[in-house]
């Protein structure tokens, strides 16, 4: 129990709120923006009186936005924000049953480590995917070989991913592989699609956290993350004291080895990626251009710099031996703002100023423009990427910078010539013309079409196919961090809100059609249609021959390898192990191997020997190995933990442990 000190030190709520946004306006200050509503609805909470935006910027009041849902400068009515299957206006997002969805989504899952697909428009979650979490669901983490891709890449207990991002072919989605990154540990990982299931893992040398990560278009050259953390290369505690020695890394992985190939040193942090569609640019956000190691000194100055990353000068300079460093076995270019490489007619890494800490940058889909928003000011920047390599100064390569609201975190595109971006502090999306942001005067409001209100404080955004040479543009998710009352209360910890937004090839006004609660905290998705993506639905057993063996019925038994080590075969099938019980020795090593002989899909048979924390989940032709130790004597019953038949029951094996000598 604290003191009678602690109790008068304590801030109440509004106190917390009160810092809050003296925090955020200082932040502000110097920032031009929009001018708020005078007429909007206020809002009296808890004694204090705040406008919309006010109300959007603290985030606080569970319950009191359904007041003012629907207001809206540019767009009044807004949506209808239900979760029914049509909208006000008759759009039906509902797929009946035995019915297909158009289109995949990909989520990341954030801090929990997965991937989640998601059926497009129906926003029905189809399956999850284990990438830096255990799973005991699949046996994800629980059976040798995806226990070792775990260790091999890290051996952390827990990962934050954030962007996923589907390979390429000739600027389209291929259907093969999904890449995403950790920021909390600097991974990258890749699902393969024919199963869609992690097959590799990379913890990047160097790095602490990967942030922003992006294929190499058109064709996945690379896959490419930004070094969002400053540390020491290397970091072995002898510049822990000096923020100046710090570095910020860029990296390329090679797609196919998953081999780290070379990273580039630059100032400030990095953030966000993506890229041109010609295979030259990368451009990244960066904030914290001061290199300062709090928010005050991160936020001090009005201005930070975008990079852009020429690809084939950064190429040339590895190949030609013109890097700083080896640093763990990886080539690392200096492509600071002193760098000599960044003195001549084709830098490595240009630095344009942008305003203000810079969050993300999304390339639209001719390949044109990079749109980069601004975060701490109410405009997003474009950049010409068709001028950036003939320009004296990269800064002429910025052709527009319209006034969108306040908060701009993500931009997507429909492929008819809108931009969406939403408005974290504002709790809305904009959509505007692209066209008239280049013809119209820098700051203006002039190429805003509409805004909507959203429910509440969004992050990503994303149209379907956006990120292609060719988006679809029917309908747009927003990924929303809060969701406040627009569930059922579920305590402190409440589900964030991804909510459904038809757009109609952009020739429509936008339509709020769907809210769907999500699990906290997912942090960007990507979209592709049903036809780019060919899962297979048994196992190919030629994927895996000559690394794990193909168990048939006959040839299922025990063979001692050694004086304390078996190995155990059985297959399965539906209501029997290969095996109904095999007998081993106290303190024996056990490898055990299992096959599921069934040729039908969606038959999948589980292995349990619970006291032994053995939990595999064999797919049909799939062969899955485990090993543990046989501690104790006794015996020990695995069950089948997938109901597959009407004796699911009766699929019982049984593990004798006899006593040592």
């Not at 990924?479 to 090839?505: A, E, T």
Request: glycine residues 10%.
């Amino acid at each position: 129990m604290g003191s009678d000190a602690d109790e008068s030190e304590r801030r109440s709520p509004g106190e917390v709120v009160d810092e809050y946004e003296r925090r955020l306006e200082s932040v502000l200050a110097e920032v031009d923006e929009p001018v708020p509503d005078d007429e909007g609805p206020t809002l009296e909470l808890a004694g204090l009186e705040i406008d919309r935006r006010d109300f959007m910027k603290t985030g606080i009041a569970a319950g009191a936005m359904g007041a003012v849902a629907g207001c809206s400068r540019f767009s009044p009515g807004g949506g209808s924000g239900g979760q029914s299957g049509s909208s006000d206006s008759g759009v039906d997002h509902r797929v009946a049953p035995g019915e297909h969805d158009e289109y995949y989504g990909f989520w990341s899952g954030g801090h929990s480590g997965e991937l989640r697909v998601v059926g497009i428009p129906s926003m029905r979650e189809l399956t999850r995917i284990p990438v830096f979490n255990t799973d005991c669901a699949s046996g994800y983490g629980y059976d040798d070989e995806t226990s070792a891709l775990l260790e091999e890449g890290g051996g952390y207990t827990w990962g934050d991913n954030h962007h996923p991002n589907l390979s390429e072919t000739d600027g389209d989605y291929d259907g093969e592989y999904l890449f995403v990154n950790d920021k909390a540990n600097g991974r990258i990982a890749r699902v393969n699609l024919k199963y869609f299931e992690t097959d590799a893992i990379l913890d990047v040398p160097n790095m602490q956290a990967i942030h922003g990560c992006s294929v190499l278009s058109p064709d996945t050259k690379y896959v490419l993350g930004n070094g969002e953390f400053r540390a020491p290369v290397p970091n072995d505690g002898t510049a822990v004291n000096d923020p100046d020695a710090y570095e910020s890394l860029f990296v390329a992985v090679d797609p196919e080895t998953m081999e780290t190939k070379w990273q580039v040193s630059v100032d400030g942090n990095l953030d966000i990626v993506d890229t041109g569609k010609e295979g030259r640019w990368a451009i990244a956000s960066c904030y914290n251009s001061e290199e300062a190691t709090d928010i005050q000194g991160m936020t001090r100055d009005d201005r930070d710099y975008l990079k852009a990353f020429d690809i084939p000068a950064i190429e040339k300079a590895v190949e030609n031996g013109r890097y700083d460093r080896t640093v763990n076995g990886v080539p690392i270019v200096d492509g600071t703002r002193s760098s000599a490489l960044n003195e001549g007619d084709r830098p490595v890494v240009q630095y344009i100023p942008t305003p203000k800490s810079p969050h993300c940058v999304e390339v639209g889909p001719d390949g044109k423009y990079a749109f980069i928003a601004g975060k701490l000011s109410p405009t997003v920047t474009m950049l010409d990427l068709e001028k950036l390599g003939s320009v004296s100064d990269p800064a002429d390569a910025v052709v527009g910078r319209p006034k969108v609201g306040l908060g701009p975190l993500h931009t997507t595109f429909d492929g008819n010539g809108h931009a969406y971006t939403s408005l974290f502090i504002d709790s809305q999306v904009a959509k505007w013309d692209i066209e008239a942001a280049v013809d119209a005067e820098n700051g203006s409001e002039d190429p805003i079409i509409e805004k909507l209100d959203v429910h509440y404080n969004p992050g990503h955004i994303q149209a379907l196919e956006a990120m292609t040479t060719d988006p679809d543009g029917e309908w747009l998710v927003v990924l929303n961090k809060l969701s406040k009352d627009r569930f059922l209360p579920v305590g402190p910890i409440m589900p964030d809100n991804d909510q459904l937004i038809h757009i109609g090839q952009g020739e429509k006004e936008m339509e709020l059609v769907a809210d769907h609660p999500a699990y906290p905290e997912p942090h960007d998705c990507v979209f592709a249609h049903r036809d780019k993506i060919s899962p297979k639905k048994v196992y190919d057993r030629t994927d895996y021959e000559g690394e794990k063996p193909y168990v048939e019925e006959k040839d299922s038994g025990v063979e001692r390898t050694g004086e304390s080590s078996v190995h155990v075969k059985a297959s399965t099938k539906r209501s029997e192990y290969g095996l109904p019980e095999f007998t081993v020795k106290q303190g024996d090593e056990v490898r055990l191997t299992m096959t599921n002989i069934e040729g039908v899909q969606d038959i999948i048979h589980g292995v349990a020997i619970p006291e032994h924390d053995v939990n595999l989940a064999v797919a049909p032709q799939d062969t899955r190995e485990v090993t543990f130790t046989a501690d104790d004597p006794g015996v020990y019953w695995i069950y089948c933990t997938y109901f597959c038949s009407a004796l699911h029951l009766e699929m019982r094996s049984r593990m004798i442990v006899e006593p040592s000598e």
